[in-house]
């Protein structure tokens, strides 16, 4: 049977859509269509990859809606006066994003554990546990020492299948490279909300229209430039790094063509760079050999991310998505960004390497 114009439309030519429908087509495509659009399937481990970011999306605009209100509000903003796991000062708001995560899953019937950075154990959820075949990773809320400032924060997700019944309560299926990873992605929360994702076909990012209550498309298919400006550190550890970062520092602040660009939020500094290009880095330090950032909550979901979009993440010496974490907990120095930016800093490090082995 042949097809058929209505009435009033010309059966040959291109129709080219006007600003009006494109628009419409973007405020359309809202986070879970576009999920299963990627994966160009209806199946069931389509629909649970889109409801699972779904849950994510409400624990975002939960969190939003909270960051927006924070200086309104008592018990928002400064510390609890307790510490977490990692041995870090609590801040009001991180409890309250763990809890939203938690909360937003506990419904989902597709999650069955959730760790956090702010949480010593996984949090098993029973009643999914039959049937929810996923475990969620997650940063409640990087960077909360901006929060009191009104600075820009974020939050950081990885999904992970789960693998085994987990009869020991330990988690140690997690215990395994970032390559394992389903999904990850970034929140951040600022002059507007954006989230940001992949499921391993390529990152795309969305804006939270607040008029609609819907994250909807912003940029699809992005790719990171192959060099940036940027390098994006905490300088005033420098005299704690090892030489080879420090000869790193000394070349860019020799040469023209490089900006210092650094907010103390690593959703922030992460996504300036991804669409600007540059490098972001976390050495370690004299006090802390592996740095403060955990691998299996911070560097292998933003390493996943960075890949998808054409970049690369190292711990300066091995690719982050190789890393097998030997605790949950598991901390790493992380170097990511543009290609050719990751490629030169690991050229300092091997280079003092090679001197300390004594070669040429």
Known sequence: MENSCPRGYPMT??????????????????????????????????????????????????????????????????????????????????????????????????????????????YYIPENCPIGRYTLLYDPIDGSSNVDINLNVGSIFSIRQQEGIDETGEALDLLQPGRKQLAAGYILYGPSTLLVYSIGKGVHAFILDPSLGE????????????????????EGNFWQWEESYRD????????????????????????????????????????????????????????????????RASTGTQDIMDVVPEKLHARTPLVIGSKDNVALVESFIGERARQDRGED
């Open 248 to 311: 790193y520092i000394r070349y860019v602040h020799r040469h023209e063509g490089y900006t210092g660009r650094y907010s103390g939020a690593l959703v922030g500094d992460i996504h300036r760079i991804l669409f600007q290009g540059g490098v972001f880095l976390y050495p370690g330090t004299t006090k802390d050999p592996l740095g403060k950032l955990r691998l299996l909550y911070e560097s292998a979901p933003l390493a996943f991310l960075m890949e998808q979009a054409g970049g």
């Open 13 to 122: 030519g291109t129709y080219t859509p006007t600003d009006h429908e494109r628009a419409l087509d973007r405020d359309c495509t809202t986070l879970s269509r576009h999920v299963l659009e990627q994966l160009n399937s209806f199946g069931g481990d389509a629909q649970d990859l889109s409801a699972l970011m779904n849950r994510i999306a409400l624990a975002g605009k939960l969190i939003s809606r909270r960051l927006c209100r924070a200086g309104l509000m008592a018990d928002t903003l400064g510390f609890t006066g307790e510490t977490n796991v990692q041995g870090e000062s609590v801040k009001r708001m991180d409890l309250y994003a763990n809890q939203v995560f938690i909360s937003a899953f506990k419904q989902s019937g597709l999650v069955c554990r959730l760790a956090s950075e702010e949480m010593e154990h996984p």
């Open 215 to 234: 994250f909807v498309l912003f940029a699809e298919d992005i790719t990171i430039p192959t060099h940036g400006p940027v390098y994006s550190v905490n």
